[in-house]
């Protein structure tokens, strides 16, 4: 599936509950769409939560 394909399917999604359940349930999708995408990329190995977690406290390493 490619990216394209994805994001189309995300922007339905978001669309079909906004139409049906309004703005506020809309908000609530997306943010469990933006967890699960988290959840998913530490469980394949791709997201490091270390130096995510350092990059949000200000801490760099070079």
């Known amino acids: 599936?490619?990216?394209?394909?994805?994001?189309m399917i995300i922007?339905?999604?978001?669309?079909?509950s906004a139409v049906t359940?309004?703005?506020?349930?809309?908000?609530l999708v997306a943010v469990a769409i933006v967890i699960g995408w988290?959840?998913?990329r530490v469980v394949e190995g791709k997201l490091d939560l270390k130096g995510l977690t350092d990059t949000l406290r200000g801490r760099r390493s070079s």
């Open 11 to 16: 922007g339905a999604v978001l669309a079909i």
């Open 38 to 40: 988290g959840v998913g």
């Open 1 to 7: 599936m490619t990216t394209s394909s994805k994001g």
């Open 21 to 27: 359940f309004g703005f506020w349930a809309m908000i």
